[in-house]
């Protein structure tokens, strides 16, 4: 299956300020590209579907312009969280479809907002 | 709608004892239905797929599902658990969404091994 980077793994930043997750698609081209959040203990929230060359299709109750998504190219997509705030603070995980229904996930990226 | 219910939060096994960790869905149509593992702080990694044909699947990891209609089941098995696969396990399944293929996934069921 893809293998899927993600950058930073680990992130601190002060409320108040942003931080963008890259999320890199190292062998595959993915058209599409998800972006999830993963709360202690829990599942994993799909936050939203990022396509290559178009607008992210956000789920109900995300905020698109606080969770800002681009994938600008067949390789890349990016997550950026504006203004964070303490209850940002999460781990969030990107996925690379590919064929039907697989995904294949990155390492993830855990962000404290202090 | 789907859903995926995994109706066990955590379950505990000595190693080298046998594994048997459940999955229900609910889904209209012939279901596309995965099983992952997430270990802490790690992405997840697929371990089987079903699709469609022989009922049981073979995965990674020695890891095994069988796939039954009429239970609407796709359980995950294990002869002989490793102190390994200690980790956090997650089914789900395959269906059309806003605008792509997603996967709905279900709460997760925690896997300890003891020695």
């Known amino acids: 299956g893809a293998v899927v980077s993600q950058h930073p793994s680990r992130v601190i930043c002060k409320s108040g300020t942003s931080v963008k997750i890259e999320c890199r698609s190292l062998?595959?081209?993915?058209?599409?590209m998800f972006w999830y959040r993963q709360f202690p203990k829990k599942s994993l929230m799909l936050m939203a579907t990022?396509?290559?060359?178009?607008?992210?299709?956000?789920e109900q109750g995300v905020e698109k312009d606080k969770f800002l998504i681009n994938h600008a190219s067949l390789t890349l997509s990016t997550l950026t969280v504006t203004s964070a705030h303490p209850e940002d603070s999460s781990f969030y995980i990107c996925?690379?479809?590919?064929?039907?229904?697989?995904?294949?996930f990155g390492p993830g990226t855990r962000l404290t907002v202090t | 709608a789907q859903s995926v219910t995994q109706p066990d939060i955590h379950i505990t096994v000595s190693e080298g004892a046998s594994l048997e960790l459940r999955c229900n869905y609910s889904?209209?149509?012939?279901?596309?239905l995965f099983w992952y593992v997430q270990s802490p702080g790690q992405g997840l990694q697929l371990l089987l797929k079903?699709?469609?044909?022989?009922?049981l699947v073979q995965g990674i990891k020695g890891f095994e599902a069988e796939f039954k209609r009429s239970q609407s089941s796709f359980n995950l098995r294990k002869p002989s658990v490793h102190w390994s696969d200690a980790a956090e396990y997650f089914c789900?399944?395959?269906?059309?969404?806003?605008?792509?293929?997603?996967?709905?996934f279900g709460s997760g069921t925690q896997l300890t091994v003891l020695p």
């Open positions: 996925s690379v479809l590919q064929g039907a229904y697989e995904q294949y």
């Open positions: 062998d595959f081209q993915a058209t599409t």
């Open positions: 990022s396509n290559e060359g178009s607008k992210a299709t956000y």
């Open positions: 889904y209209g149509a012939t279901p596309y």
């Open positions: 079903y699709f469609s044909g022989d009922t």
């Open positions: 789900a399944v395959g269906a059309l969404g806003g605008s792509a293929r997603q996967l709905t």
